[in-house]
């Protein structure tokens, strides 16, 4: 079991940056994969970033691809996900998401976060 915590959320202009968190429990979480998805009112939750489970592979939406960097610290149970060059269109609650692998399918994932709200204002 592992449960997941994010946190780094906040409202920025177009342009920023923020740096959200995943906090994970338990001794098992440098084992799983790790992905982000977001969902913005209306729309369905979708894929942003993924990474397996020793940080060696990395894996982005296109719509983000160069804007956003995924990464983990297994000693410190947490992984990260770095957001620059932000714009209004990636306004959504952002949530990590623990699996067996790191795909871009969120069926994949056994266990989620509460989410994170992140407002870009233009």
């Known amino acids: 079991q592992v449960q997941l915590v994010e946190s780094g959320g906040g409202l920025v202009q177009a342009g920023g940056s923020l740096r959200l968190s995943c906090a994970g429990s338990?001794?098992?979480?440098?084992?799983?994969?790790m992905g982000w998805f977001r969902q913005a009112p209306g729309k369905e939750r979708e894929f942003v970033a993924a990474?397996?489970?020793?940080?060696?592979?990395?894996y982005y939406a296109d719509s983000v691809k160069g804007r956003f960097t995924i990464s983990r610290d297994n000693a410190k149970n947490t992984g990260y996900l770095q957001m620059n060059s932000l714009k209004p269109g990636d306004t959504a609650v952002y949530y990590c998401?623990?699996?067996?692998?790191?795909?871009?399918?969120?069926?994949?994932?056994?266990?989620w976060g509460q989410g994170t709200q992140v407002t870009v204002s233009s």
């Open positions: 990474i397996n489970w020793s940080g060696g592979s990395t």
């Open positions: 338990g001794r098992t979480f440098s084992l799983y994969a």
């Open positions: 998401a623990a699996g067996s692998l790191a795909t871009m399918r969120r069926y994949d994932y056994a266990y």
